[in-house]
């Protein structure tokens, strides 16, 4: 497949502002989305940002001494498309090769639960597309069914923010649940690393990745396949 023939990645970033009741601000991190970005643009593949409730969504971790992050940051390009993030639910899932999540706490609280992220998950994966997640954005992934009522997870390699990790940043009594516990309860092969390690886990089409470190070869990766397709 010639990459001017794929179609566009969506990418998907959470609209939850706060951590819970800690009251502290959170959202999407955001070179867990510019690194991935980077990837994508350097390949000429199209890419269209949503979040759940569209429009800007919250910024975590947002540090403009990584380059990467400053050089988005700085593209009124890419400034207005995250200021116009499309609404999950008005999008089609056809339209896309692949959907990623970005992680960052919010996505704790609003992707697990929410009925489009789950349909947009079951129409690219059983369209044949990239399903993808890094760090937090696995809560993506803990009730996403497939048309069989079957979790897309049960039986599959996923990497995802570890319970340890939880632990050394001291929200594992902030956040709604356990990340990597609770793909486990739906059946999924975690596969942790060193806490703060890169880690990418590819399984078929299924793409994740650990934390932060992990954000640009989970891009990598979703390229590799969306390349390998033709």
């Not at 959470?14 to 502290?24: A, K, L, M, N, Y």
């Not at 959170?26 to 991935?36: I, N, W």
């Not at 975590?60 to 609404?87: E, G, Y």
């Amino acid at each position: 497949m010639m990459t001017g023939t794929i179609k566009p990645i969506l990418c998907v970033v959470t609209s939850h502002p706060i951590r819970g009741d800690s009251g502290e601000p959170t959202g999407f991190a955001m070179l867990e989305l510019t690194h991935p970005l980077a990837v994508f643009e350097s390949s000429n593949i199209p890419v269209e940002i949503a979040s759940i409730r569209g429009g800007h969504p919250p910024i975590d971790f947002f540090d403009l001494s990584d380059p990467i992050n400053a050089r988005f940051w700085n593209d009124k390009n890419f400034r207005m498309a995250l200021a116009n993030s499309r609404v999950l639910d008005d999008l089609d899932p056809a339209d896309y090769s692949a959907v990623f999540f970005a992680g960052g706490h919010g996505a704790m609280w609003d992707f697990a639960q929410n009925e489009s992220v789950q349909e947009v998950i079951r129409q690219v994966w059983e369209g044949g597309g990239v399903v993808a997640a890094v760090c937090h954005g696995p809560a993506a992934l803990v009730n996403a069914k497939l048309s069989d009522k079957s979790y897309l997870v049960a039986g599959k390699k996923v990497a995802a923010f570890t319970d340890a990790e939880e632990l050394e940043v001291n929200y594992e009594k902030v956040v709604p649940f356990l990340l990597a516990s609770t793909l486990k309860k739906r059946g999924a092969l975690h596969q942790p690393a060193a806490n703060w390690s890169a880690n990418i886990v590819v399984d078929g089409r299924l793409v994740t990745g650990q934390n932060p470190a992990s954000a640009q070869g989970v891009g990598l990766a979703i390229i590799d396949l969306l390349k390998g397709e033709g």
